[in-house]
């Protein structure tokens, strides 16, 4: 599978990135940057399996430090820019950061820190950059290039934040990890695609799907926050032809008026992607009436323990279920870990990828494991006499009345969709 630096050999000048500011990286600038980043970082003693964090809202720069961590092989945790400064200490010291990458509208929180900071939008720091926006060469790498890893953090239902941490295995430099063969394999991105990320880059799904998109030559545009109508606007604008959203963004895509939906030139989008929260059945068809047959649904988390996948097709032919397993291998267990048959309601398991564990937290990653040593998300479903997953509800909320289990999501369904 290709790497950024492919492209900007291969196609220096065609654009990679444009941010939420209107500021366009090509691809040459995109790999310079990084280089020139990932050189400091080096020369600043960090190797592979350091680890940093990034605290910084959606920009350029942003995908310049993910690339520039992970080509120098390190562990890079994205942090949540709008956590206190309480638990954003937790987090970086949690995680073993040697290094913090910040921007100037995030560094308060970061005052009482012992760690060191690199703030983007210091002068001498913004000056690196902007000299390798600039430069025409192709800049030297100063290290040997290797895939780094992501530790994201993952809050859960309770307790502190946890690191997902998964073993930093050396991968030859421009070998993907298997979620984004998974996105490029499933849904058509080459280098004509143009993927619209209207979400906060330190969740894992934008933030894996951009720097999917990327790796396959793709161009990623990025916004700021969502906002429904400057969403349609930004497909019409740059022919945006894939994009990831979550539910909550889908109804409030048909909160508005059919004149304003109605407005905006949307031919260009090829598929629609949506994640990380169950889908209301009926918020599902009102959008697969809207945009028609392009709509996908996958299921997964940060842990990457495994993914379920369906189509339009196949999600109008088995409403409300997340599809079948195509990472990893599904399994439905009772209290006993005992496996069940179709239909039965049980615990969501995968098996066959990569192993994880919750930094620091033995008793944590015990608990998402079963005896057969197959993982959980903590999630309730059932697989249909197809092989197709339902999700009921996250086993921390199953409610218990009377001996019977009440599910919320089947409640939060009925309510979404009431006008």
Request: aromatic fraction near 10%.
């Amino acid at each position: 599978m290709p790497h950024i630096h492919d492209h900007a050999y291969a196609m220096p000048d065609s654009l990679a990135v444009i941010a939420p500011d209107g500021q366009q990286l090509s691809w040459k600038m995109l790999n310079n940057s990084s280089i020139a980043v990932a050189n400091l970082l080096y020369s600043q003693g960090l190797r592979p399996a350091s680890v940093v964090s990034i605290l910084m809202e959606n920009r350029a720069e942003y995908l310049v430090l993910m690339w520039a961590a992970l080509r120098l092989g390190l562990y890079v945790t994205p942090i949540n820019w709008h956590l206190k400064e309480d638990e954003v200490r937790h987090i970086v010291e949690d995680s073993d950061a040697e290094l913090v990458l910040c921007s100037a509208a995030c560094a308060d929180v970061l005052a009482g820190l012992s760690v060191s900071l690199v703030n983007v939008d210091d002068d001498v720091f913004s000056d690196l950059v902007e000299r390798a926006w600039r430069c025409e060469d192709h800049l030297p790498v100063e290290f040997e290039q290797t895939e780094g890893q992501i530790m994201f953090y993952s809050s859960g239902t309770t307790g502190k934040p946890k690191g997902i941490r998964r073993p930093l295995v050396a991968r030859e430099f421009g070998t993907p990890p298997a979620v984004d063969g998974f996105i490029a394999a499933s849904y058509g991105v080459d280098r004509t695609t143009v993927y619209l990320s209207p979400a906060p880059m330190y969740h894992a799904a934008p933030l894996n799907w951009c720097l999917a998109i990327l790796r396959m030559g793709g161009a990623v545009v990025m916004m700021s926050k969502f906002e429904p109508e400057a969403f349609l606007t930004q497909i019409e604008k740059h022919g945006v032809t894939h994009t990831q959203l979550v539910p909550t963004m889908f109804v409030r895509l048909l909160a508005l008026s059919k004149e304003v939906r109605g407005r905006y030139d949307l031919s260009s989008l090829r598929v629609a992607v949506h994640a990380a929260a169950p889908c209301a059945p009926d918020v599902k068809r009102r959008m697969l009436d809207w945009w028609g047959p392009i709509i996908h649904e996958y299921y997964g988390g940060s842990e990457s323990n495994g993914v379920t996948a369906l189509g339009p097709d196949e999600w109008l032919a088995h409403p409300g279920s997340v599809g079948k397993a195509v990472l990893g291998h599904l399994h439905i267990c009772d209290e006993n870990d005992n496996e069940l048959g179709p239909e039965q309601v049980g615990a969501v398991y995968f098996s066959g990828l990569p192993d994880f564990e919750y930094y620091k937290d033995p008793d944590k990653t015990r608990e998402a494991y079963n005896s057969k040593g197959y993982s959980t998300l903590g999630d309730i479903g059932y697989v249909d006499k197809d092989g197709f997953l339902y999700l009921t509800d996250r086993r921390a909320f199953t409610i218990v009345s009377g001996g019977v289990n009440i599910y919320p999501q089947e409640i939060e369904n009925v309510l979404i969709s009431h006008p």
